[in-house]
């Protein structure tokens, strides 16, 4: 486990999921990227964010919790932008085949 990830108590990944649909861990943390987002438009430091949102030890590697923050921000941003749309459609989708 990476060293900022000691005594993380809100189940955090070292790095955000980057893949093109949406995962069972960006559900998890919808409320996350939520308060990132927030953050963000209030123009927070990131290390007040990653300690205070992410639950990180930033003293203990401020790099990796640097690049674990910033991997939960872009996320953060593509589920607001295309993740959203693409979760509707799947949703959708799974709706429709249920009802057949």
Known sequence: MAVF??????GIAERAPDGLTMTDYDRVQMLTYARLLDAERDE????DVALEVLDLDVAADAAGARH?????LDRAHWIVGEGLAAAIVSDAKSC???GS
């Open 5 to 10: 990830l000691n005594g993380c108590r809100v």
């Open 44 to 47: 927070y430091d990131w290390t």
């Open 68 to 72: 674990c923050w910033q991997s939960h």
């Open 96 to 98: 429709r085949n249920r």
